[in-house]
């Protein structure tokens, strides 16, 4: 069974550009979570989509982040403009159902210069 | 505010020994306590988990015990091995949400 994948695995970008990560979870997954690592600071959640629908957004950092999952299987992130303070590690992780184990992809590295 | 404390920071072993990281938590809402081990490049995959119903909890050479009063809970890794070495986090979470409140994670080497 094909784990989480995540692409790419290491973007750099100039501030104020436009960056879309993408995250493919565990077939049959319906529950998707999108987390970030900023370095030194501890993996945090940004949101949670059940299906198409997002059920708790209250860790997205601001409205340049956006986060897509149509027709319930893939997921985008979009950040833009990016600013500096959006480097880190995001992971994308996806779980059967309630309170089952989140399984994580490896991560995209974004650097934002 | 971080939500779980993760002590300590980095952690040397030697093989064969025990390695203990600690993690408090304040939200007694918190019923879901999940341990997870990340390598270099990997996303962090999970390794044991516990809810608050039990003590104690061992799967191998992994044991996590759980102190609800105290509101902490620890990792032990027994006869400690050379490939246990890797990033190791604890987190939590509520019964009404799935997001993971994560400590800011441990760096275990066990030397040969």
């Known amino acids: 069974e094909a784990g989480v994948t995540q692409f790419p695995s290491h973007s750099v970008i100039e501030k104020g550009q436009t960056v879309t990560l993408r995250c493919d979870p565990i077939?049959?997954?319906?529950?998707l979570y999108w987390y970030r690592r900023v370095m030194g600071k501890e993996i945090k959640f940004l949101l949670h989509?059940?299906?198409?629908?997002?059920?708790?957004e209250s860790g997205m950092p601001n409205n340049r982040f956006l986060a897509e999952r149509t027709g319930g299987t893939y997921s985008t992130l979009k950040v833009q403009p990016a600013e500096l303070e959006d480097s880190g590690v995001y992971f994308c992780?996806?779980?059967?159902?309630?309170?089952?184990?989140?399984?994580f992809g490896p991560g995209t590295r974004l650097t934002v210069t | 505010q971080q939500q779980v404390k993760q002590s300590p920071q980095s952690l040397i072993v030697q093989k064969g020994g025990i390695s203990i990281i600690n993690c408090a938590y304040e939200?007694?809402?918190?019923?879901?306590f999940p341990w997870y081990q990340q390598f270099p490049g990997k996303g962090p995959a999970l390794l044991i988990a516990?809810?608050?119903?039990?003590s104690e909890k061992k799967e191998g050479r992994f044991t996590i015990s759980f102190n609800k009063s105290a509101k902490q809970f620890s990792l032990h890794i027994m006869d400690s091995q050379p490939g246990d070495s890797a990033t190791y986090f604890c987190?939590?979470?509520?019964?009404?949400?799935?997001?993971?409140?994560f400590g800011k994670g441990t760096s275990l080497l066990v030397t040969p």
């Open positions: 992780a996806s779980s059967q159902g309630p309170g089952a184990a989140q399984y």
């Open positions: 077939s049959g997954h319906d529950n």
């Open positions: 989509f059940v299906k198409e629908s997002k059920q708790d």
């Open positions: 939200n007694t809402a918190f019923d879901y």
């Open positions: 516990i809810r608050p119903d039990v």
């Open positions: 987190a939590a979470s509520k019964p009404s949400g799935y997001a993971l409140n």
